[in-house]
C-alpha cells in the first residue's frame, strides 16, 4: 500500500515560486502507474492540476495552470514533482498527489499573498 508524503507548502507572494514534492514510500509499482497532483481551496470542489504517465512521456495540465506549472517525476526516488512559477493568489489551495487516484497524500498548504 503507497504512502503518500507531500512537502514543499507554504506562503509566497504573488508572481514567485515553489515546488512540491511527493514520496510514496511503500509504493512497490510506483514507476508503472499514472501520478497527478490536485488541489482544493476553501469552499471548492478538488480539481486536477496536472497528471503524469509513468514513463512521464503523457503529461496534462489544467487550463489554468498550462505554462505556468510543472509536473515531473523521479521513478529512482519513488516521487512526483511540481514546479509552480509565476503564482497568483487563485493558486491559494491544499495541494494533494495522488497515485493513481487510488492512493492520496495528506496535502501540503499553498498560499499566495497578493
Known amino acids: 500500500q503507497a504512502q503518500l508524503m507531500e512537502s514543499g507548502g507554504g506562503l509566497v507572494q504573488a508572481g514567485g515560486s515553489l515546488s512540491l514534492s511527493c514520496e510514496a514510500s511503500g509504493s512497490i509499482y510506483f514507476s508503472l502507474y499514472l501520478m497527478g497532483w490536485y488541489r482544493q481551496a476553501p469552499g471548492k470542489q478538488r480539481e486536477l492540476v496536472a497528471t503524469?504517465?509513468?514513463?512521464?512521456?503523457?503529461?496534462k495540465y489544467a487550463d489554468s495552470v498550462k505554462g505556468r506549472f510543472t509536473i515531473s517525476r523521479d521513478n529512482a526516488k519513488k516521487t512526483v514533482y511540481l514546479r509552480m512559477n509565476d503564482l497568483k493568489p487563485e493558486d491559494t489551495a491544499v495541494y494533494y498527489c495522488t497515485e493513481r487516484g487510488v492512493y492520496w497524500g495528506q496535502g501540503t498548504q499553498v498560499t499566495v499573498s497578493s
Open positions: 503524469i504517465s509513468a514513463g512521464g512521456a503523457d503529461i
